[in-house]
């Protein structure tokens, strides 16, 4: 009895901090949001991994022309970092 009584704490700690670590892991899987024809588009890979604090920005192998600042948000707020002075080229 006095067994049950101290695993049952235990496993709810443990599931507490094993989420914690899950919801984390979860918020850094963005690889940036850019807008394009008015719309919030998520990118399928992540072109910023310079490690710097300059601003990330792509262009479409498709269309060199057009650069598209990159963010961290759906709501295109918060610019994202690691970019470099050249914008990065997606293959499309």
């Known amino acids: ?51 710097t604090s300059e601003p990330c920005q792509v262009r479409f192998s498709d269309d060199l022309s057009t650069v598209y600042p990159v963010f961290m948000d759906e709501e295109l707020t918060e610019e994202k970092e690691g970019g470099t002075q050249i914008p990065y080229i997606i293959e499309r």
């Not at 094993?18 to 990118?43: C, H, M, P, R, Y």
Request: proline share 4%; with cysteine; aromatic share 4%.
């Open 1 to 51: 009895m006095k067994s049950s009584k101290i695993l049952m704490p235990v496993m709810a700690i443990a599931m507490a901090v094993g989420l914690a670590f899950s919801t984390k892991a979860n918020e850094q899987q963005s690889n940036g949001w850019i807008e394009q024809n008015d719309t919030a588009v998520q990118l399928s890979q992540d072109p910023c991994n310079s490690q």
